[in-house]
């Protein structure tokens, strides 16, 4: 790559090597392995990892649930630790009264997302040119505004189905005056573009920092032994995050809900 600076006497010309850059640039814009079915093309990377993500969050239901006993103990006190925490989320958000309502679904929104995103922390299988084959699924922005939009929807079904169309219209949208309608009409599609894109934004920041890391200790022989522990460190923390953006979508999915379903907010 070449700069050039000119003044009114003189002109000077900079060069220097942008292959590192390039490299790590590249890394950033990796492909996904795609199929199509009926002349409509699907990313075949996001939806294999979402069906492995559903998978994980399964077996670990099915095998914590089995052979439950009045004291618990072992993987039994793991899965009823993960329900007693988000149970508490429901009531810091709604009221007891609601918990099981909605424990379930908060849940398997909690794990599920907990697991997309440290999926992408274990590994990285990329082939040919940079096409990934294992990513971690809440790392593309189109399967977390996804979720965002599902949840944002799911909290007005609910707010119909308990106080019919026109009681959720008023409270939802025109209250505690008529003419905040358009702000709270606003302020949906604010929620989606919020709840999807935090999510999004520490997932895959995560996931870059973890390759330019590992590119770091490929590229410079030197900087291996330096390399492996800053890895080993920052996947801890990308964990420690990954926990914390799934509470965080939880808690917010949660407070969405409170608004709708309550009478007075």
Same mark, same amino acid.
């Given at each position: 790559?070449? %700069?050039?600076?000119?003044?009114?006497?003189?002109?000077?010309?900079?060069?220097?090597?942008?292959?590192?850059?390039?490299?790590? =640039?590249?890394?950033?814009?990796?492909?996904?392995?795609?199929?199509?079915?009926? &002349?409509?093309?699907? *990313? &075949?990377?996001?939806? /294999?990892?979402?069906?492995?993500?559903?998978?994980?969050?399964?077996?670990?239901?099915?095998?914590?649930?089995?052979?439950?006993?009045?004291?618990?103990?072992?993987?039994?006190?793991?899965?009823? @630790? %993960?329900?007693?925490?988000?149970?508490? !989320?429901?009531? *810091?958000?709604?009221?007891?009264?609601?918990?099981?309502?909605?424990?379930?679904?908060?849940? =398997?929104?909690?794990?599920?997302?907990?697991?997309?995103?440290?999926?992408?922390?274990?590994?990285?299988?990329? !082939? &040919?040119? *940079? %096409? /990934?084959?294992?990513?971690?699924?809440?790392? *593309?922005?189109?399967?977390?505004?996804?979720?965002?939009?599902?949840?944002?929807?799911?909290?007005? @079904?609910?707010?119909?189905?308990?106080?019919?169309?026109?009681? @959720?219209?008023?409270?939802?949208?025109?209250?505690?005056?008529?003419?905040?309608?358009?702000?709270?009409?606003?302020?949906?599609?604010?929620? =989606?573009?919020?709840?999807?894109?935090?999510?999004?934004?520490?997932?895959?920041?995560?996931?870059?920092?973890?390759?330019?890391?590992?590119?770091?200790?490929?590229?410079?022989?030197?900087?291996?032994?330096?390399?492996?522990?800053?890895?080993?460190?920052?996947?801890?923390? /990308?964990?420690?995050?990954?926990?914390?953006?799934?509470?965080?979508?939880?808690?917010?999915?949660? %407070? @969405?809900? /409170?608004?709708?379903?309550?009478?007075?907010?």
């Amino acid at each position: 790559m070449m %700069v050039v600076l000119e003044s009114e006497n003189r002109s000077y010309k900079i060069s220097f090597s942008t292959n590192l850059l390039e490299r790590e =640039v590249k890394g950033m814009h990796e492909q996904s392995w795609t199929f199509s079915i009926l &002349g409509i093309h699907f *990313d &075949g990377t996001v939806c /294999s990892m979402i069906a492995l993500t559903c998978v994980i969050v399964f077996l670990f239901i099915f095998l914590c649930s089995r052979n439950m006993k009045l004291r618990p103990k072992g993987k039994q006190n793991v899965l009823e @630790y %993960v329900i007693d925490f988000v149970n508490n !989320i429901i009531k *810091d958000n709604l009221s007891e009264k609601e918990v099981p309502t909605f424990s379930l679904f908060a849940s =398997v929104l909690f794990l599920f997302i907990l697991v997309a995103n440290v999926l992408g922390l274990a590994t990285k299988i990329t !082939i &040919g040119e *940079d %096409v /990934s084959f294992w990513k971690s699924p809440t790392a *593309d922005p189109t399967i977390t505004l996804t979720l965002a939009f599902i949840m944002i929807l799911l909290t007005s @079904y609910v707010s119909v189905k308990r106080f019919g169309f026109k009681k @959720y219209v008023r409270l939802s949208y025109m209250s505690p005056m008529p003419g905040l309608l358009p702000i709270k009409i606003l302020e949906e599609f604010t929620n =989606v573009l919020t709840l999807g894109l935090r999510l999004y934004g520490n997932i895959f920041a995560g996931e870059v920092l973890l390759t330019l890391i590992a590119q770091f200790g490929l590229l410079n022989g030197a900087m291996f032994p330096i390399a492996i522990p800053i890895e080993m460190i920052w996947q801890a923390f /990308s964990i420690f995050i990954g926990a914390i953006q799934a509470f965080i979508f939880v808690t917010l999915t949660m %407070v @969405y809900m /409170s608004h709708k379903i309550s009478e007075e907010h």
